[in-house]
């Protein structure tokens, strides 16, 4: 019996549930760092002007329900009830598809998370029917389950670096292949980076696809007039990114609905401050940056932050996934912030790096490091502290469970 990739399996999925995405006005954006960022300017943007938008961005935060989202200016999440019903909706027509696929010679294999959420998002969208819908993709590009739309308004692709490495290739040439999967026949393409090599790949794959190519890299710069909710230089070409996107759409925006959309667009847990209440200490804030070039970009935000705010004592709380390079991370962290004191907080997750191990890597960068076997170990000794902050990093599902932690508190 032969084998095939997910994204057959995903497309025999939504064959048997109707293919719900079939009629989307979609904008598609990949990438490995930026593209949830990006995702919520342009859905922002969208929304300032009028237009409906469904939400389709991954992983959540802290609440599932976060990844499936209709902004007509509610920002409302889909409620856990029919989230539930939707997967169990998937779930139902999951023998079919199977014998579907026996009957031709296909192996089935095994049905991922994310692949129910994407279908169960697909459904949702299709009863809501927004007049727009932003979808992130999860993992990748050409194999991913969001690749499942034929024919998008804009293919968008932001920093590409090296990240689920076993799953894409470990070079950049090839992760950016894998990007450059969603590229499809005559829709346009824009483009984040600003790496020649990278740059050269998605150019030549637009081309061979007819598909016009717009470089963001040419003109982030007269993006910075305009104020962003999100901290951080990289988010100026994020910004850039969303309004090129809906630009090569072919959306009709007005200048006031960029400059409000662009002020309004906030995501969680990217560099989200807490607490700033004047006198209040220490401050929390969580990022979750997740690979070395999200913590190089981090380390330059909160160099930033430190200097104009005089913070002098900082905690930086790191936990990541084993399948992450640690080694790097821990380099950048401590090389590029200055007199900072450092612990290690183990993750509620299957795939949580020893904190014990985190620890040696950073006392072999020279620093001390305290250990906390869990999140909640680590806050509860940091709210008390006599820092001025408390910065935690390194995954996504540490910045989640810290911020759920403070948010019980407050």
């Known amino acids: 019996m032969a084998s095939f990739d997910g994204l057959e399996r995903m497309k025999a999925l939504l064959a048997a549930l109707g293919d719900p995405e079939a009629g989307f006005r979609a904008i598609h954006i990949a990438g490995t760092n930026g593209k949830g960022s990006t995702a919520v300017m342009t859905a922002s943007i969208l929304e300032e002007a009028g237009y409906s938008v469904g939400l389709f961005t991954s992983p959540h935060l802290e609440d599932e329900c976060e990844r499936v989202q209709i902004w007509d200016g509610t920002h409302r999440m ?9 997967k169990e909706r998937v779930y139902s027509v999951e023998e079919d598809v199977k014998k579907t696929l026996h009957n031709a010679g296909l192996e089935y294999g095994k049905l991922t998370v994310f692949e129910v959420y994407t279908a ?4 949702y969208f299709a009863k809501e029917q927004p007049d727009y819908v932003v979808l992130e993709t999860g993992l990748g590009g050409r194999l991913d389950s969001t690749n499942t739309l034929e024919k998008p308004l804009v293919s968008v692709i932001t920093q590409v670096g ?3 490495t076993a799953q894409l290739g470990n070079t950049i040439f090839k992760i950016a292949r894998e990007k450059a999967g969603i590229i499809k026949p005559g829709v346009p393409v824009v483009s984040q ?12 794959v637009a081309a061979e696809n007819g ?3 717009i470089d963001v890299s040419e003109v982030a710069d007269s993006y ?3 104020e962003l909710a999100m901290k951080g230089g990289h988010q100026t070409r994020n910004a850039a990114t969303a309004v090129e996107a809906i630009k090569a759409a072919g959306i009709e925006v007005s200048e006031e609905a960029i400059e409000n959309g662009l002020a309004n667009a906030w995501l969680p847990g990217r560099f989200e401050i807490l607490n700033d209440e004047p006198g209040e200490e220490p401050v929390f804030i969580i990022d979750g940056a997740h690979n070395p070039d999200a913590i190089s970009e981090l380390v330059k935000t909160y160099e930033a932050f430190s200097r104009t705010n005089k913070i002098k004592r900082t905690l930086v709380i790191f936990g990541c996934m084993k399948d992450k390079n640690s080694v790097r ?3 950048l962290l401590t090389g590029g912030l200055k007199g900072c004191s450092y612990a290690a907080a183990a993750v509620d997750y299957e795939r949580a790096e020893d904190p014990e191990r985190i620890g040696e890597l950073i006392a072999g960068c020279g620093h001390g490091c ?3 076997e869990s999140t909640r170990e680590a806050y509860e000794y940091a709210k008390d502290s006599a820092f001025q902050c408390i910065l935690t990093t390194g995954s996504i599902y540490l910045a989640g469970e810290m911020r759920t932690l403070f948010m019980k508190d407050h």
């Open 78 to 86: 889909i409620e856990q009830a029919e989230l539930d019903s939707l």
């Open 120 to 123: 169960a998002a697909y459904l």
């Open 162 to 164: 090296l990240d689920h």
């Open 193 to 204: 980076t600003g790496d020649m090599n990278t740059k050269n790949i998605f150019r030549r």
């Open 211 to 213: 598909s016009k190519f």
């Open 224 to 226: 910075r007039k305009y």
């Open 329 to 331: 991370m821990v380099q």
């Open 370 to 372: 305290m250990v906390f």
